[in-house]
């Protein structure tokens, strides 16, 4: 995928779409400073792109860098990326009211169509449960985010859990 990806960058070097898809590649791929310097570069050709920003601040917090992630993350105009960035970095600085806000403005807005989403959240605040309850729930709606089950590293705490074994089974990825 990453050399379709930057195929397309060649062909239309100044689409910040195609940075964009680049950086969501590399995040997944667990290069998180190149997924930055890919969001860097669709930024520089539309910097009023929240999505791209918040999406910048995840993998900012991927690296542990809570400062940045809060600072990219913190918009004006949260995208879904911007609420999840912002309720994980809270509730790693023991903010949990402005935490458990954020997550309440993502079940607001989006209510069940991010469930996975709060499955990252609380795993991310150390709510094992309710982690994989969530993740049952984004199992059986489907939700589209479990597609990235096997390789999103904010899930990685649950990966020994049996539930999520069980999970992961169902989902019969390719190895």
């Not at 995208?79 to 079940?107: D, F, N, P, S």
Request: with cysteine; net charge negative.
């Amino acid at each position: 995928g990453l050399s379709n990806i930057r195929r397309a960058i060649a062909l239309d070097q100044l689409n910040p779409e195609g940075y964009a898809r680049l950086s969501i590649a590399l995040s997944y791929g667990r290069q998180f400073r190149a997924a930055i310097e890919a969001s860097d570069r669709a930024l520089q050709l539309d910097a009023n792109d929240a999505a791209i920003e918040n999406f910048r601040g995840l993998n900012e917090l991927l690296l542990g860098d809570l400062d940045s992630a809060r600072h990219s993350c913190a918009t004006a105009k949260r995208t879904w990326e911007g609420r999840l960035c912002m309720a994980i970095v809270y509730g790693k600085l023991h903010q949990r009211r402005e935490a458990e806000g954020e997550m309440a403005a993502m079940e607001a807005e989006l209510g069940q169509s991010a469930t996975y989403q709060y499955a990252e959240i609380y795993t991310q605040w150390g709510d094992i449960p309710k982690a994989l309850d969530s993740l049952e729930t984004a199992y059986r709606l489907p939700d589209p985010g479990i597609s990235t089950l096997k390789v999103d590293a904010l899930i990685d705490p649950l990966r020994k859990e049996p539930r999520f074994q069980e999970i992961e089974r169902k989902l019969n990825f390719p190895n």
